[in-house]
């Protein structure tokens, strides 16, 4: 790539400070002006396409025109910065004309072909792909998050750039969001960069802009806490003046006297990594002896381990710190020596030792290996094999939630690296088993693993993986997933394979019993019912096949009742008008009911009848939710999800669409979390404290299964509603206590 980058460290070191500053400027910036953003390109790019960038420039502005930003400022203003913050990264002039465009087709009514028409199909591709997507009937707030983000993963997965461009977005959006007034949005808004794309930026290494999303972030999601930090750190610097130079200046000296030129820097911690380290020890800020990290850049592969030996001999080492991505790189390319010693002027201290080239690719990402041939960009989008992975987790997952989920489970987990018998390199996520490591060898070889042995011996299947255990995998072609699996399985390409196999599996069986049921309830009536009568129901609750209706109704999802009620309509029972009788298929589109001045938490109900919610599923507000009308007895209300419904729905109940009131207050109501622990101590009294600190009170508490590195918590939670439990859910798993955490569902 033409041109020397320039990778200030001190520039590294001031991302907390420029999300302070980001979050309270005291003035806006100029807008980058046309000649000035061409200028910045060709300082990297020399072969610059000028002219597509004026174009591009030109068009933006004019079509945006009069609109503004919640800030006031002109709309424009934010294409603008997106195309800055790539021109930082020493991106490409498509790239940069995508950024400049990327908001045109939905906000200025531009189509994708006139985009194509003035600017190539290269460019309108990239804008097809980061597109703000319209907002999608769904069934939740949720939903459109996780079908948002499917559509993201296929963008970039066919080019790389659709990831960078939108990750530029997001960091400008993040930049502004003290300007959204509604705290709930910004909230929303910040839990979803903490959650996914601060994630994203790290699985391709872009390590200066994942530590800005995090502390964008962490500053709205709890402002206390990183204000608290900062002010500490504000202290320690004026008690200790001086401090970060004079530990450079003894590495400097102790390096130069074993003949090593290295260039060195110390910084402070993100307040958000130090946030995370006192939640998962448990400790006070002052009880934290690690929070200064020094970086010693050397020549050569070959000086890093020298460097290594020289500290080393210089000073004691803390047993069990000693990490070597070098050998081992992580999945996103990150490579470096980290070590914590007993330092200079007796400071615990972090080193990282690395290249020049290596620093790049930590701090730059995939952006530092942007090459240029003949004026087109080379993408690099298809050597990322998480991206395959996720893909694969998308073909298995018949729900964008279930997508959301499983992918969540990936994005989130510290590695281990174990080895396959030929000495393969398998990175696993952190307390991985035996069948994750099956799976991510290959999903054949998941779907028929029948034992495992770890460094030659037999371990059990739910075993946890740990560093540098070598991994044989026993199959049959006779061995099939078990649902047991799924309880243990950490990685979302294991979970999603497993459940797709058992929905095969269990499709005939289904199939069948629907059958059955439908005409058992037949002969109750003393009518028959024919195949042209049931293709009749299909049509009516628009199932693609036979079979499908059939299957819905055998799994629970669809009642027998309605089923032979659509089939021989003079069956049809008289309904009363308070209550709107459903069918049950999943993923219908149902009229939600009008809501109606009331008191009443729940519309939908006929006036006083008595109700109450099931302890099966804990539905809270904000939930989908469906009601059980049974003779003699109060409404039983479910989630619509709810697996018990399966076992109702088959017999004659009613089943009615019910609706939350958002005109008044619904009661505090607990929800039920899976939690997988670390076995350690300490960590009970971290999950209390993380609930506690979201507004979460702990009604109950269960344990499940336990072995000497996790067990498992059933904890029923009083919040206000979904937003609410979303939050305290994100909240727990960005502690390391916590392994996994997931709403159970009856």
């Not at 003079?570 to 009331?598: D, H, M, N, Q, Y």
Request: some cysteine; proline content about 5%.
């Amino acid at each position: 790539m033409p041109g020397e980058p320039v990778l200030d460290e001190v520039r590294a070191a001031e991302v907390p400070r420029k999300a302070e500053a980001a979050r309270h400027p005291p003035a806006r910036r100029p807008i980058m002006r046309q000649y000035e953003l061409v200028e910045l390109v060709r300082s990297y790019d020399p072969d610059v396409d000028e002219d597509l960038l004026n174009r591009a420039y030109v068009f933006a502005m004019k079509a945006h025109g009069s609109q503004l930003r919640a800030s006031g400022d002109p709309y424009f203003h934010h294409p603008v910065e997106v195309a800055g913050i790539l021109a930082q990264y020493r991106l490409d002039s498509a790239t940069i004309a995508t950024g400049l465009l990327h908001d045109v087709v939905e906000d200025t009514g531009v189509s994708i072909e006139e985009i194509a028409r003035l600017f190539g199909r290269t460019v309108a591709r990239l804008v097809d792909g980061v597109t703000k997507l319209h907002k999608l009937q769904l069934q939740s707030v949720h939903s459109a998050q996780a079908e948002n983000f499917r559509k993201l993963l296929l963008a970039m997965s066919d080019d790389i750039r659709v990831l960078l461009v939108k990750l530029a977005d997001r960091l400008h959006n993040m930049r502004t969001l003290h300007f959204i007034r509604e705290p709930e949005r910004r909230r929303r808004i910040a839990a979803e960069t903490m959650e996914i794309y601060a994630p994203l930026a790290e699985r391709i290494g872009m390590e200066r802009m994942k530590a800005e999303l995090e502390d964008l972030a962490f500053a709205e999601l709890w402002p206390d806490a990183r204000a608290g930090i900062l002010h500490r750190l504000e202290h320690l610097q004026r008690d200790e003046t001086g401090l970060v130079e004079r530990i450079v200046a003894e590495l400097r000296k102790v390096l130069a006297d074993a003949g090593i030129e290295a260039r060195i820097y110390g910084r402070e911690k993100s307040p958000l990594s130090i946030w995370r380290k006192m939640q998962r020890k448990n400790v006070s800020f002052e009880q934290l002896s690690d929070i200064m990290a020094f970086r010693i850049m050397v020549g050569s592969v070959a000086e890093c381990y020298a460097a290594l030996g020289v500290i080393h001999g210089a000073y004691a080492m803390l047993p069990g710190r000693f990490k070597d991505f070098i050998s081992t790189p992580k999945p996103n390319g990150y490579r470096s020596l980290h070590t914590t010693v007993i330092g200079p002027l007796q400071k615990k201290i972090e080193i990282q030792i690395r290249t020049r080239e290596m620093h790049e690719e930590a701090e730059l990402g995939v952006a530092a290996h942007w090459a240029y041939k003949q004026g087109e960009q080379v993408t690099e989008g298809r050597r990322y094999r998480w991206i395959r992975e996720l893909l694969e987790i998308l073909e298995h997952a018949p729900e964008p939630d279930e997508f959301l989920e499983n992918t969540k489970l990936d994005l989130y987990r510290d590695q281990v690296f174990c080895f396959t018998p030929r000495g393969d390199l398998i990175v696993l996520p952190r307390g991985a088993t035996p069948v994750d490591f099956a799976y991510a060898v290959h999903s054949e070889i998941g779907d028929h693993c029948t034992g495992a042995k770890v460094d030659g011996r037999m371990v059990p299947l739910d075993t946890r993986l740990e560093n540098g255990d070598q991994v044989e995998i026993l199959t049959s072609p006779r061995a099939a997933p078990t649902p047991e699996w799924e309880r243990f399985v950490v990685t979302g390409k294991a979970r999603a394979r497993i459940r797709r196999y058992l929905r095969i599996q269990q499709r005939d069986f289904f199939i069948a019993r629907g059958r059955e049921l439908v005409q058992r309830l037949a002969r109750n009536e003393r009518v028959q019912i024919t195949e042209k009568q049931l293709d009749q129901a299909r049509q009516a609750f628009q199932y693609k096949g036979l079979d499908d209706l059939l299957a819905a109704v055998g799994e629970g999802r669809l009642a027998a009742r309605l089923v032979l009620e659509a089939a021989r309509p003079e069956l049809k029972r008289p309904r009363r008008s308070a209550a709107k009788v459903i069918p049950f298929p999943r993923g219908s589109k149902l009229a939600r009911p009008v809501p109606e001045p009331t008191d009443s938490p729940i519309i939908g109900l006929p006036s006083g009848i008595a109700f109450q919610f099931a302890g099966c599923c804990h539905p809270i507000r904000g939930d989908e939710i469906v009601g059980v009308i049974r003779t003699g007895r109060a409404v039983n209300i479910h989630r619509r999800d709810c697996r018990v419904l399966r076992k109702v729905a088959d017999r004659e109940h009613r089943l009615v669409e019910l609706a939350w009131n958002t005109r008044g207050s619904a009661p505090r109501a607990a929800a039920r979390l899976r939690i997988l622990a670390v076995n350690r101590p300490g960590v009970l009294g971290t999950i209390s404290t993380t609930i506690g600190q979201q507004g979460g009170n702990i009604t109950d508490v269960k344990f499940g299964r336990r072995n000497p590195d996790l067990y498992e918590l059933f904890v029923d939670i009083e919040v206000d509603g979904v937003e609410q439990l979303d939050r305290l859910k994100a909240a727990l798993r960005m502690s390391s206590a916590v392994t996994a955490v997931e709403r159970m569902s009856g």
